[in-house]
């Protein structure tokens, strides 16, 4: 079965940086795009930055553009998400996930995607 397993997360004081990893398993990973969401508390989870399968397209949330960079390797079924300049509203649990269909960019739309990891929390005190 598909499984996403993210890494990276922790504490970091504002203006810090983190890259958050997302290893993948149980399908060929370079078939699917990837996407990255946050779910701060008390808040609904929202989209991050999304991957087509071959690397070469991202998208990203407008208010992130510029701090945050999705990016994959194929040769390690691994998705990664670099996260400069951060700040306190940063703070969130972020999940990676991947769509059911290959071959197939969903985007930010989150119920386009059907398997997710369980979460690393990041927070960023200021």
């Known amino acids: 079965q598909v499984q996403l397993v993210e890494s990276g997360g922790g504490l970091v004081q504002a203006g810090g940086s983190l890259r958050l990893s997302c290893a993948a398993s149980g399908r060929t990973f370079s078939h699917y795009a990837m996407g990255w969401f946050r779910q701060a508390p008390g808040k609904e989870r929202e989209f991050v930055a999304a991957i087509n399968w071959s690397g070469d397209s991202t998208y990203y949330t407008d208010s992130l553009k510029g701090r945050f960079t999705i990016s994959r390797d194929n040769a390690k079924n691994t998705v990664y998400l670099q996260m400069n300049s951060l700040k306190p509203e940063d703070t969130a649990v972020y999940y990676c996930?991947?769509?059911?269909?290959?071959?197939?960019?969903?985007?930010?739309?989150?119920?386009?995607?059907?398997?997710w990891g369980q979460g690393t929390q990041v927070t960023v005190s200021s």
């Open positions: 996930a991947g769509p059911r269909r290959s071959y197939y960019y969903s985007g930010s739309l989150l119920s386009e995607y059907a398997y």
